[in-house]
C-alpha cells in the first residue's frame, strides 16, 4: 500500500469511523456471513472501524480482524469491545504470511483496490498459503469511482487501482482461485455512480 494511501487514513481515521459506522450495510453483511461455513475461523484485512468484524463476531465466526493503520485498530477496538484481543496490524503484502493461518476464510471489503495490481496478485497467491484446502475468500472492491484520476490518485492521495469485473475474476482465477460468485451491487454510502464487485471464490485443488 502507498505511503500517501497509508497517510490518508492514518490522517483521517475519526471520520471514517464515522462513515463506516453510518453506513447502511445489511446486504453486504447477508452476503459474508452467507459466504463461509458456519464458526468458520476467517482473517479480515483492512477491518477500518471494525464494523464488518464485529457483525461477523456476532454471527457465530472466530474472526481475526487486522488493518496496516495503527490508528484503526484502536478505534474499531473502541468501537467495538468484543474484538478486544482479536486485532492485529497486517500490512499488505509483506505481512501476510503462512504463520497467520491457517483460516477457513478470509474476506476484505473496500481494501484489495489499494494495492497495485502486481501487489493484489501477490496477496491473492499468498492468500492460498494461508487458507485451508478449498478454503474460500470474498472481497469487495469498486468498478467504478467518479473521482478518481488517470493515475490512479483521487485527491486526496489514495490510490486507486481501476480493474473491470473481468480483471478481478482473471487475477482470482491466475493464482489458483475458483469463482462461486461474482456480483455487483450499488454503495452502501448511497453514492449513485459508485458499483462494487462482491466476489466469493475458493482456493482449487492444484
Known amino acids: 500500500m502507498t505511503d500517501t494511501t497509508l497517510a490518508y487514513y492514518t490522517a483521517c481515521w475519526k471520520n471514517l469511523v464515522r462513515r463506516y459506522e453510518s453506513a447502511d450495510v445489511p446486504d453486504l453483511h447477508a452476503l459474508l456471513a452467507s459466504s463461509f461455513p458456519p464458526g468458520a475461523r476467517l482473517l479480515e484485512l483492512g477491518c477500518g472501524s471494525g464494523r464488518d468484524a464485529a457483525h461477523m463476531l456476532a454471527s457465530g ?18 468501537c467495538h469491545p468484543a474484538l478486544a484481543g482479536r486485532i492485529c496490524r497486517i500490512c499488505l503484502p509483506r505481512d501476510l504470511t503462512p504463520s497467520l493461518g491457517p483460516f477457513d476464510g478470509v474476506y476484505a471489503v ?28 470474498f472481497f469487495s472492491v469498486p468498478l ?23 480483471d478481478w475474476t482473471g487475477i482470482c482465477r491466475h493464482t489458483g482461485f475458483d469463482i462461486i460468485t461474482a456480483a455487483t451491487t ?8 459508485f458499483a462494487w ?10
Open 61 to 78: 465466526f472466530d474472526v481475526i480482524a487486522s488493518d496496516a493503520v495503527q490508528e484503526m485498530i484502536d478505534a474499531a477496538a473502541a
Open 110 to 137: 473496500a481494501t484489495f483496490m489499494h494495492l497495485t495490481r502486481p501487489a493484489i496478485q501477490d496477496v491473492f497467491s499468498r492468500i492460498r498459503h494461508i487458507l485451508i484446502p478449498e478454503g474460500r475468500l
Open 144 to 166: 467504478h469511482r467518479d473521482d478518481v484520476a488517470a493515475d490512479e490518485f483521487d485527491a486526496k492521495g489514495r490510490r486507486f487501482t481501476a480493474m473491470t469485473h473481468a
Open 186 to 193: 450499488s454503495d452502501g454510502l448511497g453514492r449513485e455512480s
Open 197 to 206: 464487485l462482491n466476489c466469493l471464490a475458493v482456493s482449487g485443488r492444484s
